[in-house]
């Protein structure tokens, strides 16, 4: 059944940032479903199991009528998250989410340092504007969940990066390095870090997790490690189609909120019921199970454990959707991984000369 529900409400968003996970051609998509039409599906999905509900975008805080879709979640009985880069945010509608019983907040940063910060997120106000409202969220209640999206640019900072979160009195801190999908994988050439970058910030956070242990500080540091240095794949979403089903602005259904990209016909909200498009539709059933896995794949005793990898992952960088991910040294396209590796070493590639995502690059890139 599906445990977790991620309403993706807009891709419209002030921000620019260059890793974001969202469609290439989200400029080009079609109209976002209304209020009640979200209504629809949360009450549908919720009556199928679903327990969490996740609001994402774009920035869902463009949304007016994201307080009616929390309170909406509450009355169902959703574990409510919102997620969101705290631009557009103000003390009012904190106050406002949680009368209509918001359970979480989470407050995304580029970087530890303004500069870098509002360079990555074009905005010159983005970063005064999360360390305001970080402090507004802790504040109203709320435990403090920020994420900081990390790459070559600014991992090296890492250790500024959890003193700040320290300093903000955070909860829990994800260091998320880079996953490339969307807007990542087209400027992967300027956001993959090296190895070396990688092992030094996972061992300064080690360092860290061990004082702020001895301090008795509850903070808790989770360090997320890009595919591209393992040498298996991650068990994506735990199963096509196990327990995580995304709806988009448009009211697409996805297993994954990557999985637009393939070649597959995935069914909408406003066409079908949720469990038709659980159960039945084609989308959510083409990677199901293990009976579509070639070789290396369909002999191999780990297929229980990570499902053959990302089906993503593996359309984008082999062109086939049903090929192993080539994350995984069993793959025979795992040299385009150790090739990437190669490339980040010597990469020279600044901020600024990668690709933005807004609706200018977004709909030049639709249009070929």
Same mark, same amino acid.
């Given at each position: ?11 419209? =968003? ?14 080009? @998509? ?6 009640? @039409? ?22 869902? %805080? ?13 009355? %169902? ?42 360079? %990555?997120? &074009? ?35 890492? *250790? ?17 390095? =880079? ?56 068990? =994506? ?18 297993? =994954? ?7 597959? @016909? ?42 053959? &990898? ?6 984008? /960088? ?14 025979? *396209?795992?040299?385009?991984? %150790? ?9 020279? @590639? ?13 709909? /030049?890139?639709?249009?070929?």
């Amino acid at each position: 059944m599906p445990l977790w529900l991620l309403a993706e409400l807009t891709y419209r =968003c002030p921000l620019q940032c260059p890793y974001c996970s969202n469609p290439l051609d989200f400029a080009e @998509q079609g109209k976002e479903l209304s209020t009640e @039409q979200w209504f629809k599906v949360m009450a549908e999905a919720r009556e199928m199991g679903a327990a969490q509900l996740g609001f994402s975008g774009g920035e869902p %805080l463009v949304r007016q009528d994201l307080a009616e879709l929390i309170g909406e979640g509450r009355r %169902l009985g959703y574990y409510t998250n919102l997620i969101t880069s705290g631009i557009g945010l103000t003390e009012q509608k904190i106050a406002d989410f949680k009368r209509a019983g918001l359970d979480h907040i989470q407050i995304s940063f580029q970087a530890s340092d303004e500069q870098v910060n509002n360079l %990555l997120a &074009g905005s010159k106000k983005a970063f005064a504007q999360k360390l305001e409202m970080a402090r507004a969220v802790k504040a109203h209640g709320y435990p403090m969940v920020l994420n900081f999206v990390t790459h070559r640019h600014n991992i090296d900072k890492i *250790d500024r990066i959890i003193e700040l979160c320290i300093a903000l009195e955070a909860d829990f801190v994800e260091l998320a390095t =880079c996953q490339f999908y969307g807007w990542a994988h087209l400027n992967r050439a300027g956001l993959l870090p090296t190895r070396a970058q990688l092992e030094r910030a996972e061992r300064i956070t080690n360092e860290y997790r061990d004082k702020l242990q001895a301090a008795g500080n509850p903070c808790k540091l989770i360090f997320v490690t890009p595919d591209y240095y393992e040498e298996r794949p991650k068990g =994506c979403m735990n199963g096509w189609g196990s327990i995580f089903l995304t709806v988009t602005p448009d009211g697409t259904a996805l297993p =994954c909120h990557g999985a637009r990209q393939l070649p597959v @016909q995935f069914p909408n909200v406003r066409e079908h019921s949720m469990q038709h498009i659980w159960y039945d539709s084609f989308g959510f059933n083409r990677f199901r199970g293990y009976d579509w896995m070639p070789e290396p794949c369909r002999s191999c005793d780990e297929k229980e454990k990570d499902f053959g &990898g990302c089906r993503c992952q593996a359309f984008m /960088l082999t062109g086939d959707a049903s090929n192993a991910d080539p994350v995984c040294a069993k793959s025979a *396209d795992h040299g385009i991984i %150790l090739a990437a590796r190669e490339e980040a070493e010597t990469a020279s @590639q600044t901020i600024d000369q990668m690709t933005f995502r807004n609706d200018r690059n977004s709909r /030049l890139i639709a249009r070929g």
